[in-house]
């Protein structure tokens, strides 16, 4: 069997990131359209495509494996091999939190539900952490380092809306009870926890598909047109 | 200089992760006795110590890059050292959710409290998480595969308490408010999270310090004594 060359090893698994970036998207927005619209049939389909993300995660990790086995690659390399790696761990947890949605939907359809204010809150919060992993996608398949700083600024975003769900929950009018106060603080949580993996997954991706941090890309970016 | 060994880089890394295990153990134990019994000052010191844990994660990616390095190590050694990474991402993780339930226990101080009964379930799901973390910490040390097999026998008896934090919630008699339901919730998933990472810990452990996976190794010690 020929040997690929290391560089097509990296394109393969920025290709592989990008279809788990995409993936994670594909199911917070569908669990968001599930819990937007008491569906629980799509929330099941959610969980159900999370296997999907699980089988690329193991691609990535056979071939950074084969990658590091065949090559042995000098630090920077390895450092990006790692990096690859790691991406690939926190896509396959923005993938459970998504069903973690789904599965708070589907808890809901037979019991108390979400207050339509809150559901206005994370429909949003699903459309910006489905954004933010497209964008983290992106990465992946052009290298475009300045969308990786955007997400920085997004999850600023995201934190408004956590803080706004909180400040709802605590206001004294709160007339939900308890069971909704609960669902909606996990769920709070699961979406910012999303965007959180999505801000680390796309610096791990820049690393992987460039050997530079953010910081030392953004450097080199400030000293001008050299680069 | 001198090139260590790859086995006296292994022991190297297993004595990191053990001590990033202990350390996270003093960490919830810390977060948890401030819990009880209501002292900020020891809750600060907890986010204070969270930065040893971050520095020891740092020393076993060096150690590990080192070691891909130098010794180019083949496949099976390869899934060794990404396994120690992978344990010392969990393990900061770890740390980082000792730190959430710091941040509640000041959180509380000036605000809602959080209510005797629940209390007294965190602070036992402290002390199993605490000492998940340090059955880990064996693991690295002793290569006790049959530690990890157990942890998995804690995280049951932890999720037992979780429902029983939920069953409380949602209790129709619960009479502390929608604040304190908030901090409660919260303060469940961080320990579930912390005891979801100690188990994941202590498998990723097996495989760095054995190169076998746990599946592996039950199989052999089921087939008999030739092992």
Request: net charge negative.
């Amino acid at each position: 069997m020929a040997v690929a060359p290391l560089a097509e090893l990296r394109d393969e698994v920025a290709d592989l990131l990008a279809q788990m970036c995409t993936a994670a998207a594909t199911s917070l927005r569908n669990a968001t359209v599930a819990l937007r619209d008491n569906r629980g049939r799509l929330a099941a389909q959610v969980e159900a495509a999370d296997k999907e993300i699980d089988d690329l995660r193991t691609r990535v990790e056979q071939i950074a494996t084969t990658a590091m086995a065949l090559h042995s690659p000098m630090a920077g390399n390895l450092r990006s091999v790692v990096s690859a790696l790691r991406a690939s761990d926190d896509i396959e947890r923005m993938g459970d939190l998504a069903s973690h949605v789904a599965r708070a939907v589907q808890r809901c359809e037979d019991g108390h539900r979400i207050p339509d204010e809150a559901r206005a809150v994370f429909v949003e919060m699903g459309e910006m952490g489905a954004d933010m992993a497209d964008k983290a996608a992106q990465v992946a398949r052009t290298r475009d380092v300045l969308l990786a700083i955007e997400l920085e600024r997004d999850d600023d975003e995201m934190d408004r809306r956590l803080r706004s769900i909180f400040e709802m929950l605590l206001d004294r009018h709160w007339e939900h009870g308890i069971g909704a106060a609960v669902d909606v603080t996990l769920l709070a949580r699961y979406y910012e926890r999303f965007a959180d993996h999505a801000v680390k997954v796309a610096k791990e991706i820049v690393y992987a598909v460039t050997g530079r941090t953010i910081a030392e890309v953004q450097a080199a970016l400030d000293a001008g047109p050299q680069l």
